[in-house]
C-alpha cells in the first residue's frame, strides 16, 4: 500500500508539475527573461504551490504521526551557511540555464527529448560527486587513531 500511495502522489505532483509548464524549458526560461520575453505565469505556479503547502502542513502536522512513518521526517537546521547558499545558487543558475528543475525535469523524461535525458544524467553526476566531496570532507574532519 505504501509503494502505491507513493506512486499516486508522484503521477499528481507529475501531472501538476506538466500541467503548469514547469517541464517546458521555454516557459521556464522565459519566466526568468525579465528584460525580454516574460511570461509571469509560473509565478500563480508558485503562489499556488506556496499557499497548498502552507495550508497542507498545518493540517497534517496536526496528526501525532505520518500515516506511514513513525515519526514527520521535517528537517531541523536553521542555520543559513555558505553550504545552503552554495547549493542554493548552483541550483538557481543551472535551472535558468537549462530551463528545468529537478522536479520538473523527471516527468519530462517521458518526451523522450535528449535534452532532458542530458539533463537528469548531470543531475544524477552532481549528486553522486557532491555526495563523494562530502563524504571526503568529513573523513578529513575526523581526528586520527
Known amino acids: 500500500m505504501r509503494t ?7 503521477a499528481l505532483f507529475g501531472t501538476g508539475i506538466a500541467m503548469s509548464g514547469m517541464a517546458n524549458p521555454a516557459k521556464v526560461i522565459n519566466f526568468f527573461d525579465i528584460a525580454g520575453s516574460w511570461d509571469p505565469s509560473l509565478a500563480f505556479v508558485m503562489g499556488g504551490a506556496v ?3 502552507y495550508v497542507g502542513y498545518r493540517l497534517v502536522l496536526r496528526r501525532p504521526n505520518p500515516v506511514y512513518e513513525p515519526v ?3 528537517p531541523t537546521n536553521r542555520q543559513l551557511d555558505a553550504k545552503l547558499f552554495t547549493g542554493a545558487g548552483i541550483f538557481g543558475v543551472g535551472w535558468g540555464i537549462a530551463g528545468f528543475c529537478p ?30 566531496v562530502t563524504n571526503r570532507a568529513r573523513l578529513r574532519a575526523q581526528p586520527a587513531g
Request: charged residues 10%.
Open 4 to 10: 502505491l500511495v507513493t506512486f499516486l502522489i508522484g
Open 72 to 74: 514527520f521526517d521535517i
Open 51 to 53: 499557499i497548498v503547502t
Open 103 to 132: 522536479g520538473g525535469a523527471l516527468p519530462a523524461l517521458g518526451t523522450l527529448d535528449s535534452r532532458v535525458s542530458i539533463f537528469c544524467a548531470a543531475l544524477i553526476a552532481g549528486m553522486v560527486l557532491t555526495r563523494f
